[in-house]
């Protein structure tokens, strides 16, 4: 068995634990830790030029129905590895023109021009993506963003257990931290402009961290 194909069994593995209802209806009701008025991620998403925005991994769209009730966005392109979240979507953003629809490998945005959004974000899904997945992912922001453009991500900084699958970790977060995360993002051509780790059951276990894709001289 080659390695392309080991990856790609992992990955549906993956989409497996994620592809059911429960998790998305409850996911509905803990909004308040992303949106209240003393949230970190809410400070930096207002940090976002929201003109052409993507929400990367955006389940049944709910940050995304947030913000289009709370600020004025243009166009927003919702990206997920399953095809039942897009869907949901459909239906949930149906009748609004601004919304766009991408069923995604789960390493790539290759369906996404480059040089043309203003920002990405991705809340509360990527601490769960394999290391390899969200350095693809970094790398294909980095692309699609214009010069000047904010991506907003929302990541592990769990550095225990080396060698293991993300379920057998603490909140099931991937093995990731914020430094490799930043060293990444720095060598693919981003300015690191913030980073704050997060409490999420244990001290912090996650981090949100904020790359801007400086404009060319």
């Excluded at 945005?109 to 974000?121: C, G, I, M």
């Excluded at 350095?135 to 991506?151: M, Q, T």
């Excluded at 991937?174 to 300015?191: D, I, P």
Aim: hydrophobic share 35%; with cysteine; net charge negative.
């Amino acid at each position: 068995m080659g390695t392309a194909t080991i990856r790609r069994d992992y990955r549906d593995e993956i989409k497996k634990d994620w592809d059911h209802a429960h998790y998305y209806e409850l996911a509905e009701g803990y909004m308040d830790v992303f949106w209240n008025d003393g949230s970190v991620f809410r400070k930096y998403f207002e940090m976002l030029d929201l003109e052409s925005v993507v929400e990367l991994a955006c389940g049944w769209g709910r940050h995304s129905d947030y913000a289009r009730a709370h600020y004025e966005p243009g166009t927003i392109t919702l990206v997920d590895v399953l095809g039942s979240n897009i869907s949901h979507c459909r239906q949930r953003f149906a009748g609004d023109d601004r919304f766009h629809f991408v069923v995604n490998s789960g390493s790539d945005l290759r369906d996404l021009s480059s040089d043309t959004y203003s920002a990405v974000f991705c809340y509360d899904a990527m601490v769960h993506f394999e290391y390899d997945d969200v350095f693809a992912y970094i790398r294909e922001i980095h692309r699609v963003l214009r010069p000047g453009g904010r991506a907003l991500l929302h990541h592990s900084n769990y550095d225990g257990r080396p060698g293991s699958v993300y379920s057998q970790n603490p909140h099931w977060r991937n093995f990731m931290s914020a430094a490799l995360f930043a060293h990444v993002a720095m060598r693919t051509g981003f300015r690191v402009v913030e980073q704050h780790k997060l409490d999420w059951g244990d001290k912090d276990l996650d981090c949100l961290t904020l790359l801007e894709k400086p404009v060319k001289d």
